[in-house]
């Protein structure tokens, strides 16, 4: 059972493009989180989709920044018109069900977006 | 809001001995859950232990365990036997028990020296 997939593990933009990642979750898994790591800090979360639906999106900035899962293939997080502060370590993780009670979140093994 | 704090930005410990990073938190939820991650080099975000908040006994995996103090709002991981594999950052996580996000804190890098 493959892990959480996320492509490209490298992203370099320049200022005013778009930046889409893509998240596959585990194989069964139905949810999917996203979390942003800046440089020296520890992870905040963004956003947390089932698929076809945007559950809590507490964490996501009110501009630029979209994301979705839908029912057939990966999750995307979109970024336009990226700023040189866009540049992070983004992170998806994904569970089997309702990450409530303590259950596991799995983790992909992020993408380092650079924006010059 | 919840908030997790990990006052020590960096900790070096001898191969074979013993080291704790501590971690402190902020809720007003009764029932929550801890958990300690480990983030090698390679960026990979690992679960090393979980504690439930309503289970006084604390936690343990192998060599690593936690001194979880509701009260005090404290869950400290120790490392015994340290391993030069543990080089790593950790980082301590919250979750609500009827919540779905993990917040963190702002890790610990610890060094293991030869």
């Known amino acids: 059972n493959a892990g959480v997939m996320q492509n490209p593990r490298h992203l370099v933009r320049r200022r005013g493009q778009e930046a889409r990642l893509r998240c596959s979750p585990m194989k069964g898994h139905s949810h999917v989180y996203w979390y942003r790591q800046l440089p020296e800090e520890g992870l905040k979360f963004m956003v947390y989709l089932q698929k076809e639906n945007i559950i809590d999106e507490s964490g996501m900035p009110k501009e630029r920044f979209s994301a979705e899962f839908p029912k057939e293939g990966p999750s995307i997080l979109r970024i336009q018109q990226v700023v040189r502060g866009d540049s992070a370590a983004y992170f998806c993780?994904?569970?089997?069900?309702?990450?409530?009670?303590?259950?596991?979140?799995?983790f992909g093994p992020g993408t380092r977006l650079t924006v010059l | 809001a919840q908030t997790v704090t990990q006052s020590q930005p960096e900790m070096s410990v001898q191969e074979a001995e013993t080291v704790t990073l501590s971690c402190t938190y902020d809720?007003?939820?009764?029932?929550?859950?801890l958990f300690w991650y480990k983030q090698p080099p390679s960026r990979q975000m690992i679960l090393v232990i979980r504690q439930e908040a309503y289970k006084q006994q604390n936690a343990t995996e192998n060599r690593f365990s936690v001194n979880f103090q509701k009260a005090a709002k404290s869950f400290s991981l120790k490392i015994s036997d340290s391993q030069l594999g543990d080089t790593a950052m950790y980082f301590c996580?919250?979750?609500?028990?009827?919540?779905?996000?993990?917040?963190f804190g702002g890790g610990t890098r610890v060094l293991v020296k030869p």
């Open positions: 993780a994904s569970s089997p069900v309702r990450s409530g009670q303590g259950n596991e979140q799995f």
């Open positions: 809720t007003s939820e009764n029932n929550y859950y």
């Open positions: 996580a919250f979750m609500r028990a009827a919540g779905n996000k993990l917040t």
